[in-house]
């Protein structure tokens, strides 16, 4: 199986604040990446797809980027409604695995 | 509009069995694969099923041979019996919509794009 760590797994920031996520695959998983914000009791919204691409109606202070077994997720100015959970998922292989995610805290 | 409604939670005392309904709506359920992930508190998002256009279905160790995902597009539905129960069970199950896009000779990813509300299922005695 395929191991996703996410680094790292809290972080405190204020409002402006540019962040970087990181999360690395135990072995290549290509681009088959996605990162997905979650807030409590809400469903999951994936932000990036194919490791690099904005979902559609995703704020472009949002980024990502890498390939193989190293990928990141950026935030350029963090805005209120960005506090969450973020977490990314591969889908080179079955079984899908996610990592254990990333809680972004206000400061 | 596209949504996913859950429904079939609750519950189970363990060793038991349940089943999970998914309802979609808004676009051609058959020509999506299917999955279901679930949040226990406290905890992260971890991957249960998945179910392809074809019906090719695939589980982690921790659910194989105790679950099983299953879709009837003719319904627009997608399944998941749950059974011999555990503690560890416990969770918040989502069902979502996975995306795939042929570019160039080359499959992308385009994530988990739709997802339901979830629904809560308690392994308890």
């Known amino acids: 199986d395929i191991q996703m760590t996410q680094s790292p797994s809290s972080v405190s920031a204020s409002v402006g604040d540019r962040v970087t996520f990181t999360c690395r695959a135990s072995q290549s998983v290509s681009t088959s990446l996605a990162w997905y914000q979650h807030k409590p009791g809400k469903a999951p919204k994936v932000l990036i797809y194919a490791a690099s691409n904005l979902q559609s109606g995703v704020p472009p202070r949002f980024s990502g980027s890498g390939s193989g077994t190293d990928f990141t997720l950026t935030i350029s100015s963090l805005q209120p409604e960005d506090f969450a959970t973020y977490y990314c998922?591969?889908?080179?292989?079955?079984?899908?695995?996610f990592g254990q995610g990333t809680k972004l805290e206000i400061k | 509009e596209v949504q996913l409604v859950e429904s079939g939670g609750g519950l189970v005392q363990p060793g038991g069995s349940l089943r999970l309904s998914c309802a979609a709506s808004?676009?051609?359920?058959?020509?999506?694969?299917m999955h279901w992930v679930r949040q226990a508190a406290g905890k992260g998002l971890e991957w249960v099923a998945a179910?392809?256009?074809?019906?090719?279905?695939y589980y982690p160790g921790s659910v194989k041979g105790r679950f099983t995902i299953s879709r009837e597009n003719a319904k627009n539905s997608l399944y998941l019996q749950m059974n011999s129960l555990r503690a560890g069970d416990t969770a918040v199950y989502y069902c979502a919509r996975a995306r795939w896009e042929l570019l160039h000779r080359t499959y992308y990813y385009y994530g988990m794009d739709v997802w339901g509300q979830g629904t809560t299922v308690t392994v308890s005695s």
């Open positions: 808004g676009f051609t359920f058959s020509s999506y694969d």
């Open positions: 179910i392809a256009t074809a019906g090719d279905s």
């Open positions: 998922q591969q889908a080179d292989s079955f079984p899908y695995t």
